[in-house]
Nanobody, 121 residues
Framework: EAQLVESGGGSVQAGGSLKLSCTAP????????IGWYRQAAGNKCELVAD???????DYADFVKGRFTISRDSAKNTVYLQMNDLEVADTATYYC???????????????WGPGVQVTVFS
């Protein structure tokens, strides 16, 4: 069983919004420094946003002002609200612990398959 379950991906026109969710069936997300990664076809895996267990968020420059990472402890869920989406945001998105780093994008058996986000013009 994968450690994390992502949902909320889909196709949206440029300028639109999507909200991704990440839940953990077997552990508490509050206990870890969690992040959202993404990998577009032909590109390397990159960190998009991360959230510490004390609630401090950080963002890659290419999503600052457009994406928001948040947590609902009662639901044991971490979210990535994505606004003003661009075609360049098209990728598979993965949530994962920060300590995994970019290897998260290929460690799908253990940590989950990710969700596809497609932005069209």
């Amino acid at each position: 069983e994968a450690q994390l379950v992502e949902s909320g991906g889909g196709s949206v026109q440029a300028g639109g919004s999507l909200k991704l969710s990440c839940t953990a069936p077997t552990f508490t997300l509050d206990d870890i420094h969690i992040g959202w990664y993404r990998q577009a076809a032909g590109n390397k895996c990159e960190l998009v946003a991360d959230l510490t267990h004390d609630g401090t968020a950080d963002y890659a420059d290419f999503v600052k002002g457009r994406f928001t990472i948040s947590r609902d402890s009662a639901k044991n869920t971490v979210y990535l609200q994505m606004n003003d989406l661009e075609v360049a945001d098209t990728a598979t998105y993965y949530c994962g612990p920060l300590w995994i780093g970019p290897s998260r994008c290929r460690r799908t058996n253990q940590w989950g398959p990710g969700v596809q986000v497609t932005v069209f013009s």
